[in-house]
């Protein structure tokens, strides 16, 4: 079995260089960093977790959640989380839930049994009793927070990004403005759709009922969504979609009710996920910066493991409006 003095012969660098790499140590050159990593892989070298466990008392595993991995908004995240983590020297063990209270409590203790040094979790609902004390490792929340929680939470400030959708719609000419919300567990979602109140109000506009829908952010809400709307008795100009997901669904279920988007109607997405952008879809949306989300989350675990003991932080991430081909002028009435 091949050890670190093996590695070391190979890369031509010392042991201690073969574990500072290993440790993701960023003091380590570049240059040294690649011949070590080849050297691993042409040795078929594995370091002794267990022995180095015992030693550090950290397995320098992390823990990630994410609630649905068939949403292309969470991958990008991941993504981000996995290749910092990587950097530094740290694996990444996933699972998905976080929107169940039961599931996420079970995901907890088994990532605590593993030993992991921290825990990601995505998309929390927001009465989520978390204690981070509880569970004794550091645990950091991404795009959505809970109440009472006590933990740094990495995101973008929803309420007014959703201000700026509806100052641009009616910018165009939209005053008659639907808003398809997600979960109402979700404080990102309800942030969306305070934001949309408060545009809406201090622009003199009108809030019907039938105007405010909410799913839980499928393509097929989407669609049911549309097919609604559609059929109101007031029918609105644009529509306001809480994730892109969602916005995908009410394109389609327009197109299915032959209304000409954005001629007859108007589409805003939330998000920024990559279907959004292709050719045929060209989604004008609120892009999120989902790999910075994920990376900067890591980046802030991996200060708490070292010690870092200042107060919890929100960490609010620039977001983009990004105009495309689903939104302009509100048709005459």
């Known amino acids: ?32 960093r690649e011949k070590v990593d080849a050297a691993i892989a042409a040795t078929g070298y594995r370091p002794n977790v267990v022995a180095r466990s015992l030693r550090t008392r950290q397995t320098r595993t992390l823990g990630l959640i994410v609630p649905d991995i068939s949403n292309p908004f969470y991958p990008e995240i991941a993504r981000g989380i996995e290749q910092t983590a990587r950097r530094h020297g740290f694996d990444v063990l996933f699972a998905t839930g976080g929107e169940d209270f039961v599931h996420t409590q079970h995901l907890l203790w088994h990532f605590t049994d593993r030993q992991v040094d921290g825990i990601i979790l995505t998309s929390i609902g927001l009465d989520y009793p978390l ?11 991404v795009n959505r927070k809970c109440r009472g929680c006590t933990t740094d939470f990495i995101g973008i400030d929803n309420r007014a990004a959703a201000r700026d959708v509806i100052h641009y719609l009616i910018s165009e000419g939209h005053q008659d403005i639907a808003f398809v919300g997600g979960p109402g567990n979700s404080s990102a979602s309800l942030g969306r759709l305070q934001g949309y109140r408060e545009a809406m109000l201090e622009a003199g506009l009108d809030l019907f009922d039938d105007w405010l829908l909410s799913g839980q952010l499928r393509y097929e809400d989407g669609v049911r969504a549309a097919h ?37 109607m108007s589409v805003v997405g939330f998000d920024g996920i990559w279907t959004s952008s292709l050719h045929g879809v060209q989604l004008t949306t609120v892009s999120q910066p989902l790999y910075e989300m994920g990376a900067r989350s890591t980046e802030q675990l991996l200060k708490r493991l070292d010690g870092d003991p200042s107060p919890p932080v929100d960490v609010l991430l620039d977001y983009t409006l990004v105009i495309r081909k689903t939104t302009g002028p509100a048709p005459p009435r």
């Open 1 to 32: 079995m091949p050890t670190i003095k093996d590695v070391a012969k190979m890369a031509g660098v010392s042991p201690a260089t073969v574990s500072a790499v290993l440790r993701g140590n960023k003091r380590v050159s570049d240059i040294s």
């Open 131 to 141: 204690s981070v004390a509880e569970w004794g490792v550091p645990i950091i929340l």
């Open 228 to 264: 609604r709307l559609v059929s109101s008795r007031r029918r609105p100009t644009a529509i306001f979609s809480a994730d892109d997901m969602m916005a995908l669904g009410i394109l389609d279920g327009l197109e299915q009710r032959h209304v000409e988007v954005p001629r007859e």
